[in-house]
């Protein structure tokens, strides 16, 4: 596995002043592109996107194994490497979505002193609902049948069909349909990387108690039309984690950062500026 730094126009540092510096990392099948919007909503702020799902990188050459063993631990000590080679708590705030969401809110609880904040938009910390409560045991048999039925599509070779089942249950029944030709097959090859990540989300040992012990300010983005699975992983990180906040934005799903990318972009904004105003090291 490999981490890579996507390049982007930083403006000009202002003498004297910290760059707020934003790592974001994205989610399953989605390349840095998806955060275009947020970025042009952080205005004066120096931007940086890592990306930390390997498969993207390694797909574009057609290298994608059958069998991607990864965790979110490890893929979490990659963006706390890369945020460490830029310095200061103070400068550096952490944003994930989807799969980068839940190896943000790893690379959080692993890293608590480095990041000034956290923001996760439509976290799949699927381990999260390996608890008693009958509720989150049904929501994780949910998570766990689309991953097996993904997984053996992959297994059989059937590419487009797992990634027409993967998108369907993220973007609502038919999106695969409207999707064109170019964006099927893009995601098709991404599948093998997909079902690693999925199974990375499902596996970790991280549980809601121990994420009282973050104490990272942090935002919990999420959507109203986004699955059930979704949006109760975001209740267990709001009710178990005490610096995190909610915020609900209305007609959004999974895919926010696409479809209300500029309004996701103001509240991270707006998220940063109250965490940095009471950092005096940030002023």
Same mark, same amino acid.
């Given at each position: 596995? +490999? ?8 403006? %000009? ?5 910290? $760059? !707020? &510096? *934003?790592? =974001? ?33 390694? +797909? ?8 991607? %063993? ?5 893929? $979490? !000590? &990659? *963006?706390? =490497? ?33 990041? +000034? ?15 008693? $409560?009958? &509720? ?148």
């Amino acid at each position: 596995m +490999s981490l890579k730094h996507w390049p982007v126009h930083l403006p %000009p540092a202002t003498t004297g002043i910290p $760059a !707020r &510096r *934003v790592v =974001a990392v994205q989610g399953s099948g989605a390349t840095p592109r998806i955060f275009e919007k947020i970025e042009r909503e952080l205005e004066g702020a120096r931007v940086s996107f890592v990306h930390a799902s390997v498969g993207w990188m390694r +797909s574009r050459g057609g290298d994608v194994p059958q069998a991607a %063993p990864m965790s979110l631990e490890a893929e $979490a !000590r &990659r *963006v706390i =490497a890369q945020a460490r080679c830029w310095g200061g708590r103070s400068t550096t705030h952490l944003v994930g979505h989807s799969f980068g969401a839940a190896v943000a809110l790893r690379a959080a609880h692993d890293a608590p002193d480095l990041f +000034s904040s956290v923001t996760l938009i439509e976290p799949v910390s699927f381990h999260l609902l390996r608890n008693r $409560a009958l &509720r989150d045991r049904r929501l994780f048999g949910e998570a766990a049948a689309l991953a097996n039925d993904v997984g053996s599509r992959v297994a059989s070779g059937d590419m487009a069909m797992a990634a027409a089942r993967f998108c369907d249950y993220w973007n609502g029944r038919c999106s695969w349909g409207v999707m064109s030709d170019r964006r099927r097959d893009a995601l098709s090859a991404r599948m093998p990387m997909v079902v690693g990540e999925f199974w990375a989300t499902m596996q970790d040992a991280l549980r809601p108690k121990d994420l009282q012990r973050i104490p990272t300010p942090a935002l919990i983005l999420t959507g109203s039309h986004t699955p059930a699975t979704t949006r109760r992983i975001a209740e267990l990180i709001v009710g178990n984690m005490p610096t995190a906040m909610p915020a609900n934005l209305r007609h959004a799903g999974h895919m926010l950062p696409l479809t209300h990318g500029e309004l996701a972009g103001r509240h991270i904004a707006r998220h940063i500026a109250v965490v940095d105003s009471l950092n005096p090291q940030a002023a």
